[in-house]
Antibody, heavy 121, light 106 residues
Framework: QVQLVESGGGVVQPGRPLRLSCAAS????????MHWVRQAPGKGLEWVAL????????FYADSVKGRFTISKDFSRDTLLLQMNGLRPEDTAVYFC??????????????WGQGTLVTVSS | SFELTQPPSVSVSPGQTATITCSGD??????ASWYQQKPGQSPVLVIY???KRPSGMPERFSGSKSGNTASLTISGTQAMDEADYYC?????????FGGGTKLSVL
């Protein structure tokens, strides 16, 4: 069964970097695109980034473009999110999620439990 | 930029039918997905490509679309269906979520 376990969250000062990880198991990691989605406290879902199944294509929300980098570590079946230049408005629970079979239009099928990132001085 | 609009809240009595709408310019040309999120939990995909149910999703959840408005319908609503519901679509290389609808089962 699909399992996604995020880690790497914590409290970080504005402007500092942080790297999130999402360990994947129970499905062929190299066959599926993967997303990062975040949710600020008490707010709705905000999509962050998508990486294609082979890592060759990456897409970002305007709010993080140029600051965040999504990648896949195929040797460890792990999705990564490198976050640079963090801002207080980046404070949120960050979820990783799999792209549903069927591609970009088929939704986000499985979700991790999330990891909390707090940007504060 | 592409936006999806949902009502902030919908109320329904147990056993009745709840309908949550999601509207957006050109949504008629895109597929909509729907997610359920209960407090403190991760979202769960309940409908994708407008009308399809993931394996294991109860049949009381159904999706439809008319013009630029997608709808999630929950038939025979149960107390356990009380949650936040989000619509979502893919637009020009980005994923867009609606603002969410809090479904209250009263």
């Amino acid at each position: 069964q699909v399992q996604l376990v995020e880690s790497g969250g914590g409290v970080v000062q504005p402007g500092r970097p942080l790297r999130l990880s999402c360990a994947a198991s129970g499905f062929p990691f190299s066959d599926y695109g993967m997303h990062w989605v975040r949710q600020a406290p008490g707010k709705g879902l905000e999509w962050v980034a998508l990486i294609s199944y082979d890592g060759g294509n990456k897409f970002y929300a305007d709010s993080v473009k140029g600051r965040f980098t999504i990648s896949k570590d195929f040797s460890r079946d792990t999705l990564l999110l490198q976050m640079n230049g963090l801002r207080p408005e980046d404070t949120a629970v960050y979820f990783c999620a799999t792209q549903n079979y069927g591609g970009n239009t088929a939704g986000l099928n499985s979700w991790g439990q999330g990891t909390l990132v707090t940007v504060s001085s | 930029s592409f936006e999806l609009t949902q009502p902030p809240s919908v109320s329904v009595s147990p056993g009745q039918t709840a309908t949550i709408t999601c509207s957006g310019d050109t949504l008629g040309y895109k597929y909509a997905s729907w997610y359920q999120q209960k407090p403190g939990q991760s979202p769960v995909l309940v409908i994708y490509q407008d009308t399809k149910r993931p394996s294991g999703m109860p049949e009381r959840f159904s999706g439809s679309k008319s013009g630029n408005t997608a709808s999630l319908t929950i038939s025979g609503t149960q107390a356990m269906d009380e949650a936040d519901y989000y619509c979502q679509a893919w637009d020009s290389g980005t994923v867009v979520f609606g603002g969410g609808t809090k479904l209250s089962v009263l």
